[in-house]
């Protein structure tokens, strides 16, 4: 079987060429634009084929995709401050990817890996520009399944739970924005592989699926839980919502790709709560408790401190 993973050398793709190598794989390709998170893939699975390409624009990794028995639409523009890089990378690089399998002549199975920001309270660039992306999908015409993950965390982590564990171990004081009490799904990215792998191994989904995390953990709760794991000695301590807003935009002042903006941290205190379904039963994957997972993330002797760029 010939995969081809479009973006794949970020969070998912990384975790999800891991276990596909575990498992057997070995035809795999990525295409990825970020030759250092690239370079890291290569030297940690090293029989994974890597392919360095900008998927906004038309090329030779097309046809990578056309002799492709499954693709999975990894590739997600998740933080920025200017909306152009969101509509490269969600939206035009979708396009080019779903043009490229209608004129196939075998089209190849497609997982697309959307995002539960599409149901969203929230309207920044990431939610606007996802739920574009899923609307080409559908509208293709392609059957597919099309999979809504909550915020993921695991291996290889470059931002969200991971870019936290590594800022807690360096500041003294570690900042919460107003009282910290906002109901996070984390989803544990090695389940979300598991749950991939069903879709590509079994062939018969093609629907839209909410893949939440299938507990309700505030996100204090949540900071404190990373604190004691990786054994970190900064004080938690909460401080105004404005102020923190007010930091985070200085911060963006003199950082062009910051690791939290503005705009996910109003997406932090929107009041989201995603539907809960029986994906373990549905795919035939057993959930990882968050304790379990926050164990396995940190400290995995071979992936537990390999940290991918920006």
Not at 87 to 96: F, G, H, K, L, P
Not at 204 to 220: L, R, V
Not at 269 to 292: L, Q, S
């Amino acid at each position: 079987m010939k995969i081809v993973l479009p973006g794949g050398a970020g969070l998912v793709g990384q975790n999800l060429c891991a276990r596909l190598s575990r498992r057997g794989y070995t035809n795999i390709h990525v295409i990825d634009k970020h030759q250092g998170n690239l370079t890291t893939l290569k030297k940690v699975q090293p029989d994974i084929h890597c392919h360095f390409a900008d998927l906004a624009e038309p090329g030779q990794w097309q046809q990578l995709i056309s002799d492709a028995d499954v693709v999975v639409m990894l590739q997600a523009q998740i933080g920025g401050l200017d909306y152009q890089d969101f509509e490269r990378n969600n939206v035009q690089a979708s396009q080019y990817i779903l043009d490229t399998i209608h004129e196939s002549t075998q089209p190849p199975y497609l997982v697309h890996i959307s995002s539960s920001v599409v149901e969203s309270v929230a309207d920044d660039f990431y939610s606007r520009s996802k739920r574009r992306q899923e609307q080409l999908v559908l509208d293709s015409g392609i059957a597919c399944p099309i999979l809504r993950p909550t915020l993921m965390f695991g291996w290889f982590d470059r931002k969200h739970l991971g870019w936290l564990s590594r800022f807690m171990q360096k500041v003294p004081v570690f900042p919460i924005p107003g009282h910290g009490r906002y109901i996070r799904q984390p989803l544990y990215v090695g389940d979300f592989c598991d749950i991939i792998i069903a879709c590509m191994e079994q062939r018969d989904f093609h629907e839209i699926y909410n893949i939440s995390g299938q507990e309700h953990i505030d996100y204090i709760d949540m900071i404190r839980q990373i604190r004691r794991c990786i054994g970190a000695r900064c004080l938690i301590t909460k401080i105004p919502y404005g102020l923190f807003h007010r930091l985070l935009a200085t911060w963006a002042v003199f950082d062009r790709n910051p690791p939290f903006t503005t705009q996910q941290l109003a997406a932090l205190v929107a009041r989201d709560e995603f539907e809960i379904i029986d994906w373990p039963g549905i795919f035939g994957v057993t959930a990882t408790p968050y304790a379990t997972a926050i164990e396995e993330t940190f400290h995995d002797p071979k992936y537990g401190q390999i940290k991918l760029e920006f």
